[in-house]
């Protein structure tokens, strides 16, 4: 089993970058297949920190890096980003860099929509990241998104250009807002089309030949299962499949290539923007484990809500997503605690339930049960050993394979690369 796929088996930020970047090394590729720039994933080596959005993790270690077809591309942001790693000194060409030419583009348009729908919702927002990609996923199973390979025949995109105009100047209008300015798009599309032709290719045969040669495939997932479109808490979720599964459909490899999944899992967790959230902690142990965690979004700045680990929710996760084993991340954050507290169930309307459930108010009503487990007072941050963790550490580490019934494989705990505890090699596997 030579290639290992990364997700995220929460409500994303779980540490999915610094696990890739870590892995990277010994990776011959690394593909991202779903999901645009709303990921933000930091990497902090040394004295550097990269913050990624729709680069691959794998860039900065110089390992092939892919954007799948899977994946949705703002082309300006695509260029924004690519200047600024280069300018921290990462290198970046057409031979260690590719995007598929079948990728769907976020247009200004898309993002223009996100911003409306969310402000027209009021308190019923999902707070999205602002960056056009539900519409842009829309666009794309709508049949009328402009997509990579467009960009090299621009001259010929006047249908396209219809369809498009036709869906949206009516939603457009319905916002008062002027139709789509064509010649405007179409003059930006022109002025940024070289820059991303210069990477875009078929990748479905470059990674196809990446394979037959033996190679060792990694693929990172952005954003966490319970963000997923159709596994997630629906409608608080993004517009893709962030699933192990996806992994294929959005590289154009068969499902046989995702070989070991690594579940990304945040020692306790975390979410940004609304939804429902059983362990949720509004008290000051919530506001300090937030503080040590530095749970702040790397895409808008905003703060992460923050809980308690939820064992039923990523019990299914791992389920769902056919997670093979998990890095359980940010041990470290809960250091110094008098108590640590794990959800074991729920109970909902005085029944108690060992599943997180599908509709949404059942969601919101679910109360967690806990089990309470000792703290430790000793520093488990920068451990690179496990026999270097205090005993009580050790017994959370279990407890949570134990309830999640997924073996922990990794064990992060700080930001940097080498603060990685490896108990199980995902590419030995
Ligand atoms: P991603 O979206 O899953 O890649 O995660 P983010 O990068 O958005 O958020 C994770 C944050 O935690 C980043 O700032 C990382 O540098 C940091 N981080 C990752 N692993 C650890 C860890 O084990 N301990 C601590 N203290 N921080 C970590
Ligand atoms: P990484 O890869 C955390 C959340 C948004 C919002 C919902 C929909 O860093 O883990 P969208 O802009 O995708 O339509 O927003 O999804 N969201 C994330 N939350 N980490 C992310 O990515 C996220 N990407 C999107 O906050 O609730
Ligand atoms: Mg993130």
């Not at 270097?388 to 930001?415: C, F, G, H, M």
Request: aromatic content about 6%; overall charge negative.
């Amino acid at each position: 089993m030579a290639n290992v796929t990364v997700i995220g088996a929460q409500w994303g930020d779980e540490g999915k970058g610094k696990i890739v970047d870590w892995l990277a090394s010994r990776a011959d590729a690394v593909v991202r297949f779903q999901g645009g720039h709303n990921a933000g994933h930091t990497l902090v080596v040394g004295d550097k920190t990269y913050k990624l959005s729709l680069l691959p993790s794998g860039i900065v270690t110089g390992t092939l890096s892919i954007v799948g077809n899977g994946v949705v591309l703002d082309p300006w942001h695509l260029k924004a980003e690519v200047e600024k790693l280069e300018g921290q000194g990462v290198e970046i060409n057409p031979d260690n860099f590719a995007i598929a030419d079948n990728c769907p583009l976020i247009l200004p348009i898309h993002r223009d929509l996100d911003g409306l729908r969310e402000t027209a919702a009021g308190s019923g927002k999902i707070g999205t990241t602002g960056r056009g990609i539900g519409p842009a996923y829309e666009d794309k199973v709508g049949r009328r998104a402009i997509r990579v390979c467009d960009l090299a025949h621009l001259d010929h995109l006047e249908p396209q250009l219809d369809r498009l105009c036709a869906h949206h100047d009516a939603l457009r209008a319905g916002f008062d807002q002027p139709p789509i300015d064509r010649e405007r798009l179409l003059a930006e599309l022109r002025e940024i089309a070289p820059f991303v032709l210069q990477f875009a290719q078929p990748v479905w045969k470059r990674l196809k030949k990446v394979r037959k040669a033996g190679a060792k495939i990694l693929f990172e997932g952005a954003q966490g299962v319970l963000l997923d479109i159709d596994h997630g808490t629906y409608p608080f979720v993004t517009s893709s499949n962030t699933v192990s599964g996806a992994a294929a459909a959005g590289s154009g490899l068969g499902p046989n290539a995702t070989g070991f999944v690594l579940g990304i899992v945040k020692a306790y967790t975390t979410r940004v923007g609304s939804g429902p959230f059983p362990t949720e902690l509004e008290d000051e142990v919530g506001k300090g484990i937030g503080e040590r965690g530095h749970e702040f979004g790397t895409v808008t700045g905003r703060q992460r809500r923050v809980g308690w680990f939820d064992a039923v929710l990523v019990r299914q996760t791992c389920a769902i997503s056919g997670v093979t084993g998990i890095a359980l991340t940010k041990i470290d954050v809960l250091d110094g605690l008098d108590e640590v507290k794990v959800c074991t169930g729920y109970r909902l309307h005085g029944k108690i339930m060992d599943y997180f459930p599908s509709h949404a108010a059942d969601q919101a009503a679910v109360e967690p049960i806990y089990e309470t487990m000792p703290g430790w007072k000793e520093s488990t941050a920068g451990a690179r050993s496990y026999a270097d963790l205090p005993a009580n550490a050790v017994k959370y580490i279990q407890r949570v394979q134990e309830l999640i019934e997924t073996p922990v494989a990794l064990v992060s705990t700080s930001p940097q690369r080498e603060d990685t505890i490896l108990m199980r090699d995902p590419f030995m596997d």
